[in-house]
């Protein structure tokens, strides 16, 4: 008698493969066409350091924030500066967002997940991780469906996590550090990024003094940098 199992069995599990396969490409397609979307209405969005990074007690200081268009303006990338002596292994971000019109009071704020990444004392290092999407977290502001208003994202550092298993935790947002306006510097383009709507991309615009601005992808990202500080030592 012919044992049939074998052959049954083999198809199941190509069966199996198959429904997974369509599956995951169903899910994808779902996660596509459900990707938020960005409000309408006259509004402008600008993203970068917080001020308390660069001149508070925070043991890393952001140097750069890099904002992605096609990503529903989602702040992908910091460059991070280990200013301590110990080395990091784990770091939390914190955002918050503002109308530039009143930036004393915050109208949104988050954290991160607690991120790994290692830091070696002294050095920076990239850090690609999706902190806040705009696309996401504008609903609260909306009104009759739409969004009016120059608004800004700042970006600092909540909690750091040593490789000695220590760590630092930071205290409540300090307006007075956060609203510091940097001096302007000589040689400082003294430029910010911002994201028109008219025109669905960035441009530097000379709002922001202490940071320069750098425009790429033809104007679907842009990076805003702190000047005061020369660029960190990276890890390799």
Known sequence: MINRRPKRRFYT????????????AVLATNGQNSQAKLPRGKWTLTAGPSSS??????????????????KGLTVAKVTLLNKGSKDIIAVRLHWEL????NPESVLLQGDTDLVGIWLTAGKGSELNYPIVSFAKVHEPLLKGGELNGNYRI?????????ADESAWVGGKSNL????HRLDEESGCANQGCIYN?????????????????????NGRSCTETVCSAAP???DQ
Do not use: H, W
Not at 176 to 179: E, M, T, Y
């Open 98 to 101: 503002t109308d530039t019109k």
């Open 232 to 234: 960190p030592m990276l």
């Open 176 to 179: 007075a550090l956060r609203n």
């Open 197 to 217: 709507t008219e025109v669905e991309s960035f441009q530097c615009s000379s709002y922001k003094k202490g940071f320069f601005c750098s425009v790429t992808n």
């Open 53 to 70: 990074s660069t001149t508070g007690s925070s043991p890393v200081q952001i140097y750069s924030v890099t904002t992605d268009a096609d």
């Open 154 to 162: 700042e970006v600092s550092v909540g909690e750091v996590k040593y």
């Open 13 to 24: 599990i190509l069966i199996i493969i198959a429904f997974a396969a369509l599956t995951g």
